[in-house]
């Protein structure tokens, strides 16, 4: 760590603490404004769309090679695959770029097909799916003519690229024992130099990516420590585009984009306005977990749109008038489905769920203190009562008809088929026993990891977690992780103190409502004993999104104190500029890094 480095987080300190000095002799009763500023309108369409555009790009850029395995050969257990060659030649390496399965193929050369020394390995354990890998060759080993792989199990294999002494490429001539054996070399122009995260699987990809792909080939889950939606939806990407990195990103990057006009909507229907939705969306846009973790092939996209989603409809539902149910109802049914979207996604989305029960419960408390005041108890009882039913129906029967059928592939994996499958004994065994499996799973994970944190690391950014890291060997390497933007992890956090301050002495119900949704999300994290990472705070930033949204609106209503909104979103931006490196993955230099980037001794760069 450099001292250098020292002088961008004081700085940066400094600034927020400006800002929120000059804030705090206006902590007082909050301003609102207008109700028609919160109208949809087409400059709110321009702002949106363009932040929107400009997120687009930037995401989808370098997301990962278009090309990839799009033909694989299958291998049953113990089934034997034999490639003949020109000639007799040295094999001075094999790479493999592996698809599905675990386990390991035999390598075995013959100089003339009928006497055979065993050659080496081509290992597909569960750390290699979806990888470019390099075989494990005997040291003594004789020229080859004929190649004959043995699958320990079933397995599939993507692409096979055999070297010879000289680095060039060798091109078999014919195979023996698999009909869909030219699969392995029909793709030899987009074997590439070596691994990296542009070709390959990283982090948990391993799974995820690995289990969208099983539920279209119909193959029972290899990672079953998660619900299924999250995993559907991701192998959206693989059917638009193919079994290639970029395939199995592009759901996740999608929905990180979509989050932005959702983010938008939410701000304006809050606080109402433009400079407020438009400042906190593009905080947003160029925050560091939101640009990282949606690129990456994992659930956790899926999950924290639809907990933006849920928390969007039920602030809709919040302050609508409840004289017209058509005003508040509709609402309502969309946050139920949200939830249970979300929940057949990870199950980091019932504790969302549970915030939205607290604060359905708090709405009923407000509004019978109010009409019982006015002498209107038996019309409270009685709109309490169809709340109720309704609300077991969006909020508990909706999810568990969601959740229930999103198992679907497992039970067609196991055979099942039709309509009536649903219905079944075996279908419903199936589902009870992954709930089982899951709760105990994540109750007894006792595995460590170099880049994992604590809670209370989260809110002040102190452990990153590294993705990953390649060194050139030449004072240059390549790395990036996942953590929140600074501005607003520290920005937020203050803005959150403030809005707890409001909700306490004011009672705000504005206040309120963001303060039920942050702790929603991070108090369950207090009591998890298991291994967790930055990562698990992503939904928490929505949260710190709408906290400083509602201490924007206070310097928007006043003009002296605009110039700390429009500064405060620049500072963001600039920050995202500098650590777009380790972001993206771009070769930086080692001292850039130490100098620059390296704001805490606990940051991997």
């Not at 609102?32 to 995401?59: E, H, K, M, N």
């Not at 390991?104 to 799916?129: M, N």
């Not at 959150?496 to 942050?518: H, Q």
């Amino acid at each position: 760590m450099d001292r250098l480095t020292l002088v961008f987080p004081g700085a940066l300190v400094l600034f927020l603490l400006l800002i929120f000095i000059e804030y705090l002799p206006r902590l007082r009763a909050p301003g609102v404004f207008p109700r028609d500023a919160r109208r949809w309108t087409r400059r709110d369409s321009v702002l949106a769309g363009g932040i929107t555009l400009a997120y687009a790009i930037v995401a989808f850029l370098g997301l990962g090679n278009t090309a990839g395995a799009r033909s694989y050969c299958r291998f049953e257990r113990r089934d034997e695959l034999t490639i003949e060659l020109p000639e007799p030649s040295e094999i001075s390496a094999v790479r493999y770029f592996s698809v599905l399965g675990t386990g390991e193929y035999q390598l075995e050369f013959s100089p003339d097909g009928r006497s055979w020394t065993e050659a080496g390995k081509l290992e597909q354990s569960y750390v290699e799916i979806l990888k470019w890998n390099t075989a494990e060759l005997a040291p003594e080993r004789p020229a080859a003519r004929y190649l004959r792989l043995r699958a320990s199990d079933f397995l599939c294999l993507g692409e096979l690229a055999l070297f010879g002494p000289d680095g060039a490429l060798l091109a078999p001539v014919s195979f023996d024992g698999q009909p869909d054996a030219p699969a392995l070399f029909d793709e030899q122009e987009r074997i590439p130099e070596k691994y990296d995260y542009r070709n390959s699987s990283y982090f948990d990809e391993i799974y995820h990516a690995r289990t969208a792909l099983e539920h279209i080939e119909n193959v029972h889950p290899y990672e079953i420590s998660h619900p299924p939606l999250g995993k559907l939806i991701l192998s959206l990407g693989i059917r638009l585009f193919g079994l290639s990195p970029f395939g199995w990103r592009f759901s996740g990057t999608l929905t990180g984009v979509l989050m932005l006009p959702a983010m938008y909507l939410f701000l304006k229907k809050m606080f109402g306005g433009t400079a407020v939705p438009a400042c906190c969306t593009t905080v947003f846009a160029t925050d560091f977990m939101h640009y990282v973790q949606t690129r990456i092939a994992t659930i956790d996209s899926y999950a924290v749109f639809f907990i933006l989603l849920m928390y969007l409809f039920f602030w809709l539902y919040w302050e609508a008038p409840r004289e017209k149910r058509g005003s508040w109802l509709p609402p309502l049914a969309l946050s139920g489905l949200c939830f249970g979207l979300g929940a057949a996604a990870k199950w980091v989305c019932i504790y969302a769920g549970a915030g939205l029960g607290l604060l359905w419960l708090l709405d009923r408390i407000f509004r019978g203190i109010g009409q019982c005041r006015d002498g209107r108890k038996d019309a409270y009882i009685r709109e309490t009562a169809e709340n109720v039913l309704w609300c077991i129906l969006f909020f508990i029967a909706v999810p568990a008809l969601v959740y229930y059928v999103s198992y679907w592939p497992y039970g067609t994996a196991r055979g099942m088929s039709g309509p009536g499958t649903l219905f079944s004994r075996d279908y419903l065994k199936l589902v009870l026993d992954n709930q089982s499996y899951m709760f105990s799973y994540h109750s007894g994970v006792t595995a460590t990891h170099p880049y994992s944190s604590v809670w209370w690391q989260w809110l002040l950014d102190i452990r990153p977690i590294l993705y990953y890291l390649d060194s050139d060997g030449a004072g240059g390497h390549v790395s990036f992780g996942a953590w929140v933007n600074p501005a607003l992890c520290w920005g937020g956090l203050l803005a959150l103190l403030c809005v707890l301050w409001r909700a306490l002495r004011w009672r705000d119900r504005t206040a309120l409502f963001i303060i039920v949704g942050y702790f929603a999300q991070l108090l369950p994290w207090l009591f998890v004993t298991r291994v967790v990472f930055a990562y698990h705070y992503f939904p928490s930033t929505v949260f710190l999104l709408l906290a400083l949204g509602y201490v924007f609106r206070d310097m928007e209503l006043n003009t002296g104190l605009r110039r700390g909104l429009w500064s405060f979103t620049g500072v963001s931006a600039a920050l995202f500029a500098l650590f777009y490196p380790a972001l993206r993955g771009l070769p930086v230099a080692d001292w850039f890094g130490r100098s620059f980037l390296k704001w805490m001794p606990t940051w991997p760069f």
